[in-house]
């Protein structure tokens, strides 16, 4: 029998084999990246909560505590606890007397390269923004990633007008202009160089307080109402 036939007998059985252990390697793969992402889960998670606190205490300066919430489709907030899943996230944050600092708020929107996700802080009783950081970003290096660094970018939020009219809406949509060109105090003053990403910001932001931050403000008046009320109330028992 000659050489070429022997090469053609056997090769069958050898690309069983070759089949078979490449199987073998691709369910052994498929267990350790599992393995791996259920072991390394925790620590993600971990991370990103201790993340998002120190987040928290940078956009609302003085807070001790949080309270989670998320906001229930007739308009209401509802108190939240970990793991729960809701379209808008945000946490009150109080002071050591138990007072109410503002609230941080979760929003997120498309930016240069990917979805970023932002925390801003927002005080119902100056009814302002006070304070800004960016969560995710896949912004490009030394450009877009100006939006995280850019000190005269970051000051835009810490007395952003995003007060309430008479009627329950936002007086004025918070948006972006150019570098320069900021008039008002619901306007982001943008980045040169950075163009894109600094106005997605702006649509993040001025979407999220015409939705948000009239629920919150309403909110907020009725609980000094009612503290009010129950103040007065006091005052005649004595």
Known sequence: MSQTSNIEMHNPASSKKMLMAMVGIGIISAFLIVMTFELTLPRVQRLK???????????????????????????E??????GDKTETTLYAGYDKDEMLV????????????????????????????????????????????????????????????????????????????KQG??????????ITGATISSRAIGNIVGTSTTEVVPILYQEHKKDKTSQGQKQMESDEQR
């Open 49 to 75: 909560a201790e993340a998002l606190e120190k987040a928290i205490l940078e956009v609302l300066p003085g807070t001790v505590r949080t309270q989670a919430f998320g906001v229930s489709t007739n308009g």
């Open 77 to 82: 907030l509802v108190k939240i606890e970990e």
């Open 102 to 177: 503002g609230y941080a708020i979760e929003a997120a929107g498309q930016g240069y390269a990917d979805i970023i996700r932002i925390l801003y802080g927002y005080d119902p009783d100056e009814q302002k923004l006070i304070g800004f950081q960016v969560l995710e970003s896949k912004e490009t290096p030394g450009l877009g990633d100006k939006i995280e660094k850019d000190e005269g970018f970051l000051n835009n939020f810490k007395a952003l007008d995003v007060s309430v009219s008479e009627d329950g809406k936002l007086r004025n949509k918070v948006i972006t202009v």
């Open 181 to 190: 060109e900021k008039q008002n105090p619901w306007e982001i003053d943008g």
